[in-house]
């Protein structure tokens, strides 16, 4: 999956939050061969997303840190499109 299919990818999933017209900050992990996509505009509370080159996501709720969801992608945590988000 491309850079820009990832961004298009997150942009979808932050639509169907409610949120529309978002700015993302994305970060490059290679150690994981993916990148990390949040919102550049802070408070919002919509979690970010760890997206792999392979298309599979990880949901991150803002309760935890990046280390620890980078080891839940690293064991094979993933989400799965019909998992409702909250």
Not at 13 to 31: F, H, K, M, P, T
Not at 32 to 57: C, H, N, Q, W
């Amino acid at each position: 999956m491309s850079l820009e299919e990832k961004i298009e990818f997150a942009k979808g999933l932050y639509a169907s939050q409610g949120l529309n017209d978002v700015e993302l900050a994305i970060s490059r992990d290679e150690e994981i061969s993916a990148d990390y996509v949040g919102l550049k505009e802070p408070g919002r509370g919509a979690g970010a997303f760890i997206i792999a080159d392979d298309g599979t996501f990880l949901f991150c709720q803002s309760a935890h840190g990046y280390s620890y969801w980078k080891e839940q992608f690293k064991t094979g945590k993933r989400n799965d499109l019909s998992e409702k988000k909250s």
